[in-house]
């Protein structure tokens, strides 16, 4: 298992270099002066000037590049350009409010999404599956953002239960995590009804059955622990797609996490924090990679002998 | 070598991919039924939106009547008129082509750069396959949306970089998908038979194996034009789509959210274009992997191969 891990993490190391230089180049094909373009127009030259010493712009693209990695390696992620704090800060302030909502969706996802695919397994080609496969084939195809805006509309506007937006209180979270999640459910309650609906047809599982066990826990102990596996797969492809959805998620609610970040530092064409904030994202997304592959390897010992 | 001699030695697609049976077999298919019609009701939009609302002075992109904006239904606007006065519903007739386009343009381009880079990355294997394999893994780290977010900001917003940014979140998938056809094409006899024959490398490749790889690609095509225009529409929405005052559905719903309180809906319809647009590819996508996959069509009971 341990060598496993190690392997992983080796793998994961030249992603994170390959995703550094891209975040890197970002920067770079700015068309244009990327200083001038982000000391805006009433800039003088010495402040163009200063600004590019600040975010490693001077030289040849070699040496800003060197000066970038091992910026990047102690932890310095250039500085704001809108607001002169380090961009680190600013990540580290926001990181928070975008765990949150990312978590607690995933975790909806996951429950919701695989009750809903074990039932549509259970009652296979009844109409209980009808309507929950017509379901879940809608939830795959509402983008995020139109689906926020429903929520708002129904909760907020006519009935007036949950606020449109913001992170005052407990409520103000419901709505951010149920339209970021609504994909995923989704997603994973087709995974699970077809992983179910494979398992369950399996013959251990007549002899399960013949041993007298209850029905629940002939559901659990034995069809979704052995359908686990491509769930869990699911799950984790799903992240991705659930980082993305977070910024347009967290735009539509005002959510003080860091897809608001990134888009307001877009409008205000402060590029440092948007490479800054592209570069975290993307280094999320790694390390929740590895762990599910290492979560899945904990799960099927095979796999860490391929 | 002359293709009389070749020719033989390489096996037709399989019946199930020929393009005309794979239709038919679609079509026979409850949900990819319903997917190609709706698709073919979008495409029609498409086609004839122009002819359909010629007559509309706001089928001209630049007109505005302040006088009349933000008109309940009525038997001169159907679905009303937005902020500034123009036919909602000719508005969303005319941005079929915008989203469609834009879809169709970053799928094509993501075909173009990923076909080639998986097929010589599959077939030739060695340090070919090692550079591309690790270009494509930094490109998938990436959550997508953000990356092409990211490369839109940067560029600036427009057709053209909006179509770049959506294809370089598309092309890393059809790079894996042909590469692992590929890779097992490769080892199928007629490529041993046609290399023994001394047929050239890139011949085989291009003759042989490539006609051969295809299936996937074509299964996977329409469910990455939904993904095209999720996120083109998601990047429309965030006002970094397509300039004002094109018709494109995000754009149209990002700017329909101030009016959330006052005229719902604006947001309704721009939303329900792009669902439709999506539900039709998932559709088709459902039936395509239902009819290609003898397993799951099957309903007799075939013991599951043990993953290894």
């Known amino acids: 298992m341990l060598s496993y891990v190690a392997r992983r993490l080796l793998i994961a190391v030249p992603t994170l270099f390959g995703v550094a230089t891209v975040s890197f180049l970002l920067m770079r094909i700015i068309p244009g002066d990327p200083a001038r373009v982000m000391a805006g127009p009433q800039a003088t030259a010495e402040d163009v000037e200063r600004l590019r010493q600040q975010l490693g712009l001077g030289g040849s693209i070699w040496s800003q590049y060197v000066e970038y990695i091992t910026r990047l390696m102690q932890g310095d992620l250039m500085v704001s350009a809108r607001t002169g704090t380090p961009v680190i800060d600013e990540i580290a302030a926001r990181a928070q409010a975008t765990v949150t909502l990312a978590v607690l969706a995933i975790v909806v996802a996951v429950v919701v999404g695989c009750t809903l695919g074990v039932l549509a397994a259970l009652r296979r080609d009844s109409v209980v599956d009808l309507i929950l496969s017509g379901v879940s084939v809608f939830g795959v195809s509402m983008p995020v953002y139109w689906v926020g805006l429903l929520l708002i509309m129904l909760f907020s506007v006519q009935l007036g239960w949950l606020p449109a937006g913001g992170s005052d209180s407990w409520a103000s979270v419901v709505l951010p995590t149920v339209a970021l999640s609504f994909f995923a459910v989704g997603f994973i309650s087709r995974q699970t009804r077809s992983a179910m609906v494979e398992t369950m047809e399996l013959d251990f599982i007549r002899s399960v059955r013949a041993k007298g066990i209850s029905r629940s826990a002939l559901v659990i102990r034995h069809g979704l622990r052995n359908a686990a596996l491509p769930i869990m797969t699911v799950v984790g492809l799903q992240f991705g797609q659930l980082l993305g959805g977070a910024v347009l998620t967290e735009t539509i609610f005002a959510w003080p996490g860091l897809g608001r970040l990134l888009i307001d530092s877009i409008s205000a064409r402060d590029f440092a924090t948007v490479q800054g904030t592209v570069f975290v994202f993307a280094a999320a997304l790694i390390l929740v990679n590895l762990l599910t592959d290492i979560l899945y390897a904990y799960a099927d010992p095979r796999i860490r002998y391929d | ?308």
């Open chain 2, 1 to 308: 070598m002359t293709d009389a001699v070749v020719d033989p030695v390489s096996i037709p697609v399989p019946r199930s991919a020929r393009p005309d049976r794979l239709l038919r077999r679609l079509w026979r298919h409850r949900s990819s039924r319903l997917g190609l019609i709706l698709l073919g009701l979008i495409l029609a939009l498409v086609v004839l939106g122009p002819w359909l609302t010629g007559g509309s002075p706001s089928s001209d992109m630049a007109y505005q009547n302040l006088a009349a904006s933000l008109q309940p239904p009525s038997a001169a606007h159907w679905l009303g008129t937005d902020q500034l006065g123009r036919d909602e519903l000719v508005r969303l007739v005319l941005g079929a082509r915008y989203t469609i386009i834009i879809g169709l343009g970053a799928v094509a381009t993501g075909v173009l750069v990923g076909l080639p880079l998986g097929a010589l990355s599959g077939f030739y294997r060695g340090w070919v396959d090692l550079v591309v394999q690790r270009l494509v893994d930094v490109v998938l780290a990436f959550p997508s949306f953000l990356l092409a977010l990211a490369l839109v900001a940067v560029l600036g917003p427009g057709l053209r970089n909006l179509i770049i940014g959506v294809a370089l979140t598309s092309f890393p998938r059809f790079v894996r998908l042909i590469r692992a056809q590929v890779l097992s094409v490769r080892e199928r006899p007629f490529v041993e038979a046609a290399l023994a024959l001394g047929v050239s490398r890139g011949r085989i490749l291009w003759r042989h194996v490539l006609p051969n790889s295809m299936t996937p690609v074509i299964v996977q095509t329409p469910l990455e034009l939904g993904s095209a225009v999720l996120t083109a529409a998601g990047l429309g929405f965030l006002g970094l789509g397509v300039r004002q005052p094109t018709p494109e559905w995000g754009t149209m719903l990002g700017e329909s959210r101030d009016f959330i309180f006052s005229n719902p809906a604006l947001v309704t319809y721009p939303g329900l274009c792009i669902v439709l647009v999506i539900l039709a590819v998932n559709l088709l996508g459902d039936g395509a992997r239902d009819v290609l996959d003898p397993r799951l069509r099957s309903r007799i009971k075939i013991p599951r191969r043990r993953r290894t």
